[in-house]
């Protein structure tokens, strides 16, 4: 069986993208085929297409943390030909090809129906962006942080950002944005933040070891100086969930905000969640937690993907892009 993939090739340490026609294996025990109607591209995603260390083990590859679409070949009864399902994370895109392709073969364990409320375009509208702040909320919600003092989401523009400032807000949390583009403080305040702070504005004055506690609690999707900050600012009992690391790896912090007020910093992992935890996500966006985000994607087909990606590793993305497949 032959299909198109956006196939990234190294050559003497160069890594390029170019659509390619790709035979696949036949099903393994244990493993379903899905015809991609979607994909998404994630930060991860632009790593792995740029060559960058600790993503894909080895090239040729094809990218592609997020999949959805029908399955059209099954070794596990569970799932029939025509399911509509969803897969992300675990090692799709890493070392096992992904969603930059029209087929992909996984193992069934991977892979979940979709709600019944959504189609693939839908589930990829949020994709794995999505799942992760959907997971860093309920981390707040689950430790029942009030909706009296805001919360702060950084990164606020991108994928994730973008998606938790929207669920927050419809949550009823009022949401302080922070952002390093002054030209999207419209597209921010559109997705529900009621403050939108400047990157630089946020950073210029030195972290304390305690500040003033002004927030009920963060998402943080870009780590480093910021997540430091934030830190020192979240009001008694608050929860800071730590998942992205776009601006920096390492932060130092004091004990004092873990000792004197209580914070939980909670790390958010979704490529390995259990499928069980995705289930619960996925069914919270297609439901209650689900926002409009039909202004913020935009749709390419797999021949444009270079350009999207290079958007996101010079960090100028904004919202979500949806991969098309099919003419
Ligand atoms: N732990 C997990 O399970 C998980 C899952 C998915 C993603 N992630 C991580 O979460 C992060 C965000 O992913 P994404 O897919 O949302 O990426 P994205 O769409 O590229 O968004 C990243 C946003 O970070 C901000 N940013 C860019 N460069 C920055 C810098 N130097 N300093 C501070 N902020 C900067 C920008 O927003 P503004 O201009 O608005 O500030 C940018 O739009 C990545 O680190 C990714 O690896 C983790």
Redesign the pocket.
């Known amino acids: 069986m032959k299909y198109k993939a956006y196939l990234i090739e190294e050559n003497e340490g160069n890594f390029n993208g170019q659509v390619k026609e790709l035979e696949m294996p036949n099903l393994d025990d244990g493993n379903v085929i899905i015809k991609v109607h979607h994909s998404s591209i994630?930060?991860?995603d632009a790593l792995a297409s740029s060559g960058a260390r600790g993503v894909v083990k080895s090239y040729p590859f094809v990218p592609g943390i997020d999949v959805a679409g029908e399955i059209v070949e099954t070794s596990n009864s569970d799932f029939s030909i025509g399911d509509n399902v969803v897969a992300t994370g675990y090692k799709i895109g890493m070392s096992v090809f992904g969603g930059f392709g029209e087929m992909v073969q996984l193992p069934s364990k991977w892979v979940l129906k979709l709600p019944s409320s959504m189609n693939s375009f839908d589930s990829m509208c949020y994709g794995?962006?999505g799942i992760?702040a959907a997971a860093s909320i309920k981390k707040i919600t689950d430790a029942n942080v009030s909706n009296e003092l805001p919360i702060l989401v950084?990164?606020?523009?991108?994928?994730?950002?973008s998606i938790s400032v929207g669920v927050l807000a419809k949550l009823g949390y009022e949401v302080h944005a922070?952002?390093?583009?002054k030209d999207?403080i419209e597209t921010l305040k559109n997705m529900g933040a009621a403050k939108i702070i400047l990157?630089d504005e946020f950073t210029s004055a030195p972290t304390k070891p305690l500040d003033k506690a002004i927030y009920g609690g963060a998402v943080d999707?870009?780590g480093g100086d910021?997540l430091a900050k934030m830190i020192s600012m979240v009001a008694n009992h608050g929860v800071i969930s730590c998942?992205?690391?776009?601006?920096g790896a390492m932060f130092t912090s004091s004990v004092f905000p873990f000792i004197l007020r209580g914070i939980q910093l909670s790390g958010?992992?979704?490529?390995e969640s259990s499928l069980s935890l995705k289930k619960d996500l996925w069914n919270l966006l297609s439901d209650k937690w689900s926002i409009n985000l039909s202004e913020s994607i935009k749709t390419i087909k797999i021949d444009e993907i270079g350009n999207e990606v290079k958007k996101?590793l010079d960090?100028n993305?904004v919202g979500r892009v949806v991969i098309e497949h099919g003419d």
């Not at 922070?178 to 583009?181: E, N, R, V």
């Not at 958010?268 to 490529?271: E, F, L, R, Y």
């Open positions: 994630n930060y991860k794995t962006a992760t950084s990164g606020a523009t991108g994928g994730v950002g922070i952002s390093g583009k999207e990157r999707t870009v910021i998942c992205g690391n776009v601006a958010i992992d979704s490529a996101i960090g993305q």
